[in-house]
């Protein structure tokens, strides 16, 4: 598999290895997900089933209606496509169909895809290969942004920051306000307060700091001790808002990470990194409102270790998952 310099997957031109039960089952959402389609891996619920030695996986299943499910998986990307109505990220038949291809008992046979299938396929990888088309001649700079671009992307940046910089300032007063009344009375408010705080920081375009001003909301029913914890992540808090509104001061690298803590979105910078990756882990963390998708790698040749963050809405798994322990041949491109 490749992927883009921003990690979007581009069409494989070689024999694409069988996952295990483990790499699939590692995709998978959440647990129901999970018993779901080990039920549904088995030959009985199938038909039309195949692969190719492209990545692709496809087959028909049966559900409740009269018409069955296509299925179709690229493990390339992985990327996924069910016309079942579930919103989970790959769906139940999604991972069926996997582990059905995975047990290697010749319930999948290889072949060529079936018209419905070939049609989702062409597509996605018609748009990789657009995209790597567009990145390569961003990089030749034969799609250079023009002046006008700059400078309207350059305003933008300013206005969101001035909005960040007004937050920041709010939420120091709110923390001196906390700090006056003592931090022992902070349970009596209740969480409504802090939620409201963490409003004001979305409404200043500053998702990290709203992040962690929830978190703030959670500690005083954290247990025995918790006004100790309290001071302790407020000062943190105090220590990044000062970071913020002194940035100028600081050096390069720990302005990047300021801006990051923020929620402020950076641009890659540097040149990509050619490498087979290991995949080492996947895990992802609820994060508020949104789902956080951490997968490790390790270059193989580089002997990098490079991080993928991805994000999903509330109750929907991020969309770009890789199974553990599968060896991909990618560029990736570093954030600061």
């Known amino acids: 598999m490749l992927l883009s310099h921003g990690g979007e997957p581009?069409?494989?031109?070689?024999?694409?290895?069988?996952?295990?039960?483990?790499?699939?089952l590692s995709l998978a959402p959440d647990d129901a997900s999970r018993k779901a389609g080990n039920k549904l891996a088995a030959a009985?619920?199938?038909?039309?089933?195949?692969?190719?030695?492209?990545g692709a996986v496809w087959g028909l299943c049966?559900?409740?209606g009269s018409k069955p499910y296509q299925t179709v998986v690229d493990t390339t990307g992985p990327a996924y496509t069910c016309s079942c109505p579930s919103r989970k990220f790959p769906c139940k038949h999604a991972l069926g169909l996997l582990l059905l291809r995975a047990s290697g008992d010749g319930s999948v046979p290889q072949g060529e895809p079936a018209d419905w299938a070939a049609q989702w396929l062409t597509a996605r990888r018609g748009r990789a290969e657009a995209r790597q088309a567009k990145q390569e001649a961003a990089a030749s700079g034969d799609a250079a942004p023009g002046p006008a671009d700059n400078a309207a992307a350059r305003k933008r940046?300013?206005?969101?920051?001035?909005?960040?910089?007004?937050?920041?300032?709010?939420l120091e007063q709110r923390l001196t306000d906390l700090l006056r009344g003592g931090l022992a009375t902070a349970?009596?408010?209740?969480?409504?307060?802090?939620?409201?705080?963490?409003?004001?920081?979305?409404?200043?375009?500053?998702p990290g700091l709203a992040g962690r001003v929830r978190e703030l909301g959670a500690i005083?029913?954290?247990?025995?001790?918790?006004?100790?914890?309290?001071?302790?992540?407020c000062g943190l808090l105090h220590l990044l808002d000062t970071a913020w509104l002194?940035?100028?001061?600081?050096?390069?690298?720990?302005?990047?990470?300021?801006r990051t803590r923020v929620g402020l979105p950076l641009s890659a910078e540097g040149p990509p990194v050619r490498d087979r990756w290991l995949v080492l882990a996947q895990y992802d963390t609820p994060d508020g409102r949104l789902t956080t998708r951490r997968i490790w790698l390790y270059g193989r040749e580089s002997g990098r270790t490079a991080l993928l963050?991805?994000?999903?809405?509330?109750?929907?798994?991020?969309?770009?998952?890789?199974?553990?322990?599968?060896?991909?041949?990618?560029?990736?491109t570093p954030y600061p």
């Open 62 to 64: 049966k559900g409740s």
């Open 44 to 54: 009985g619920h199938w038909s039309g089933t195949g692969f190719d030695g492209s």
């Open 10 to 24: 581009l069409p494989a031109t070689e024999s694409v290895a069988r996952w295990t039960v483990e790499q699939v």
């Open 157 to 170: 940046a300013e206005r969101r920051a001035e909005r960040v910089t007004a937050g920041a300032l709010e």
């Open 220 to 233: 005083p029913g954290s247990g025995p001790g918790w006004p100790v914890r309290l001071l302790e992540e």
């Open 309 to 332: 963050l991805s994000f999903g809405a509330m109750g929907r798994a991020p969309e770009l998952a890789l199974p553990v322990g599968v060896t991909i041949d990618a560029e990736l």
């Open 246 to 258: 002194g940035r100028e001061r600081l050096p390069d690298p720990l302005a990047a990470t300021v």
């Open 187 to 206: 349970d009596r408010a209740g969480y409504a307060l802090w939620e409201e705080t963490a409003a004001r920081m979305v409404d200043a375009q500053a």
